[in-house]
Antibody
Framework: QVQLVQSGAEVKKPGASVKVSCKAS????????IHWVRQAPGQGLEWMGV????????AYAQKFQGRVTMTGDTSTSTVYMELSSLTSEDTAVYYC???????????????WGQGTVVTVSS | DIVMTQSPDSLAVSLGERATINCQSS????????????LAWYQQKPGQPPKLLFY???TRVSGVPDRFSGSGSGTDFTLTISSLQAEDVAVYFC??????????FGQGTKVEVK
């Protein structure tokens, strides 16, 4: 069965960086894009970006341009999201989510990771 | 960017009664080439990731109870729960995935039991 398993919770100081992983299993990794979506406490869902599963192009939300890097490792079926220059505004649950359409960069999300809590505090 | 606006922000419905959630997009999410609306609905319960309920606006995901229905086209969409059950208490989000990024979500609608 399809699974996306994310790395554990992180606590970071302002100005630091965080790298969250998302390991996929149960399907052909290179055939489905994975996006990153975050949710601040008590808030809605915010799209952050996407990277090609085969290591091709990326697309990031303008809000995170210059501060986020999304990569993938086909040998381990894992995608990574690194966010730098953290502030308290980055405190949120970070989700990876698989696009439900074969080889489509955009689309609806049929599988989600369990979420990674990132807390930014001095 | 396409802005998604849901209404209401919250609603309280008696068990067994109908719940209706609206979602409006700032531009059409209908692709005329294939006549599909690029609109999805998700359900999120506390402490859980969102769960996909519908895609293409009205295609129900396998396993989703048929008391849930999705409808609409162009810029106006509706998620209806025909007979609210206790397990339906959650926050519901719409999402557009039309054309290029960013792919955006509505702000969410919280459904509670009256």
């Amino acid at each position: 069965q399809v699974q996306l398993v994310q790395s554990g919770a992180e606590v970071k100081k302002p100005g630091a960086s965080v790298k969250v992983s998302c390991k996929a299993s149960g399907y052909r990794f290179s055939s489905y894009y994975i996006h990153w979506v975050r949710q601040a406490p008590g808030q809605g869902l915010e799209w952050m970006g996407v990277s090609s599963p085969s290591g091709g192009g990326t697309a990031y939300a303008q809000k995170f341009q210059g501060r986020v890097t999304m990569t993938g490792d086909t040998s381990t079926s894992t995608v990574y999201m690194e966010l730098s220059s953290l502030t308290s505004e980055d405190t949120a649950v970070y989700y990876c989510a698989r696009v439900g359409q074969w080889v489509s960069a955009g689309g609806f999300y049929d599988y989600w990771g369990q979420g990674t809590v990132v807390t930014v505090s001095s | 960017d396409i802005v998604m606006t849901q209404s209401p922000d919250s609603l309280a419905v008696s068990l067994g009664e109908r719940a209706t959630i609206n979602c409006q997009s700032s531009q059409s999410v209908l692709h005329t080439s294939n006549n599909k609306n690029y609109l999805a609905w998700y359900q999120q319960k506390p402490g859980q990731p969102p769960k996909l309920l519908f895609y293409w606006a009205s295609t129900r995901v396998s396993g989703v109870p048929d008391r849930f229905s999705g409808s609409g086209s162009g810029t106006d969409f509706t998620l209806t729960i025909s007979s609210l059950q206790a397990e339906d208490v959650a926050v519901y989000f719409c999402q557009q995935y039309h054309s290029s990024p960013p792919w955006t979500f509505g702000q969410g609608t919280k459904v509670e039991v009256k």
